[in-house]
């Protein structure tokens, strides 16, 4: 939906993802979405040169959040929260809905 104005789908997952769950990384938006990580890292490297994300590490997890001195931020999540609106319930609820806790050890899938 977003991708004329960004140029990509995959960014515009990741900075859906990022507004839905607050803080994302890669290996986890390629593996909700089955796209190669190596996609997924370049995009974010993109967005953290642009400004719109910032990174830090937590062990060797690099995470992204929206940066909060980029100017556009408040017009970017207004964008971000109407494009949610026009996606599907059960497509909201598969990719972008964010785990509460993990999964009790023992429980069958």
């Known amino acids: 939906m977003l991708e004329p104005i960004l140029g990509n789908n995959i960014k515009e997952k990741i900075l ?14 390629a593996a909700i979405f089955d796209i190669y990580l190596l996609s997924v890292q370049n995009q974010l490297k993109r967005l953290e040169k642009g400004g719109v994300l910032a990174s830090r590490l937590k062990g060797r997890t690099r995470l992204y959040v929206f ?17 949610l609106l026009f996606i599907p319930k059960a497509k909201i609820d598969k990719y972008y809905t964010p785990r509460l806790r993990p999964r009790r050890s023992g429980k069958p899938l």
């Open 16 to 29: 859906l993802t990022a507004f839905v769950r607050q803080e994302v990384y890669a290996r986890d938006i």
């Open 67 to 83: 940066n909060p001195r980029y100017p556009f931020l408040k017009e970017l999540k207004a964008l971000l929260e109407k494009a």
